[in-house]
């Protein structure tokens, strides 16, 4: 239970400060708050991947995705996956940016890049969390329980 509102606290954080990167405003500090943000991630996903690893035993490959979320509710799984193809425009945005230009990107662009990223990890661990605290035990398979 820490760990998901962690998780969802983090996404809510990462949000926030993507927005403030869309408005182009860059500070040291603002920025320092984004690596907090994205090292926040490392301690929230590995509980999201033991509990979704739980939910997905003995499941085939293709099967992953809809057994691990199947406790979320479907906005919040939407929601997850669209952050996490949103990030990777933005990072495709980053890297045809510099083809395109030969020079790297600014502090900005490297500062919505990593927010993107925060808010979408943070979101998919938050959905995992959810989905693990709220599963019904009786279709998953043995030893499956709520403990992390």
């Known amino acids: 239970m820490p760990f998901a509102v962690l998780a969802g606290l983090g996404a809510l954080a990462s949000v926030c400060l993507h927005v ?31 509990a979704a690893e739980r939910m997905v035993r003995g499941s085939r490959w293709r099967e992953a995705w ?11 799984r939407l929601l997850a996956l669209w952050m996490l193809v949103y990030a990777l425009v933005v990072f495709s945005g980053f890297g045809l940016w510099r083809l395109s230009t030969g020079r790297a990107a600014g502090e900005v662009a490297q500062f919505r890049l990593l927010t993107a990223y925060a808010a979408a990890f943070h979101a998919l661990a938050f959905s995992a969390l959810y989905s693990y605290l709220n599963f019904d035990d009786s279709d998953a398979g043995a030893g499956a329980g709520k403990r992390l």
């Open 20 to 50: 403030v990167s869309l408005a182009g405003i860059w500070t040291p500090t603002v920025f320092e708050l984004a690596v907090a943000a994205f090292v926040g991630v490392f301690v929230v996903w590995m509980p999201a991947f033991l």
């Open 66 to 76: 809809k057994r691990a979320m199947r406790g979320a509710p479907r906005w919040m």
